[in-house]
């Protein structure tokens, strides 16, 4: 059973840099997609970035694109998110997610292909 527990977060002023972490355990991941999402309040879960974990193939979600950018540490089984230059609007929910069938797939941004998620960690930006 795939297990992933998110780190980092909480509360931030506006245009601060955060640091997200994503540690995985219970598999070997190699063919695995792993990913960040977020909700926030009354809005639906959003795509924010993925990366393969053998290859480490990104791709990001419009609202992740230039100020946000994911990373993986196989040392580490971990997963980072890095938020940068964060506004009120990024105040959400972030969760780590991962897609064993990911290698198979050529787009990585629905949340139904993912079937392991994290419990979440909370972002709330201050303006």
């Known amino acids: 059973q795939v297990l992933l527990v998110e780190h980092g977060g909480g509360l931030v002023q506006a245009g601060a840099t955060v640091t997200l972490s994503c540690v995985a355990s219970?598999?070997?991941?190699?063919?695995?997609?792993m990913a960040w999402f977020r909700q926030g309040p009354g809005l639906e879960r959003e795509f924010l970035a993925s990366?393969?974990?053998?290859?480490?193939?990104?791709q990001y979600g419009d609202a992740a694109k230039g100020r946000f950018f994911i990373s993986r540490d196989i040392s580490k089984n971990t997963v980072t998110l890095l938020l940068s230059d964060l506004k009120p609007e990024d105040t959400a929910v972030y969760y780590c997610?991962?897609?064993?069938?990911?290698?198979?797939?050529?787009?990585?941004?629905?949340?139904?292909?993912?079937?392991?998620w994290g419990q979440g960690t909370q972002v709330t930006v201050s303006s």
């Open positions: 997610a991962a897609d064993s069938g990911g290698s198979k797939r050529y787009r990585h941004a629905n949340p139904a292909d993912y079937d392991a």
């Open positions: 219970g598999r070997t991941f190699t063919s695995y997609t």
């Open positions: 990366i393969g974990w053998r290859d480490q193939s990104t």
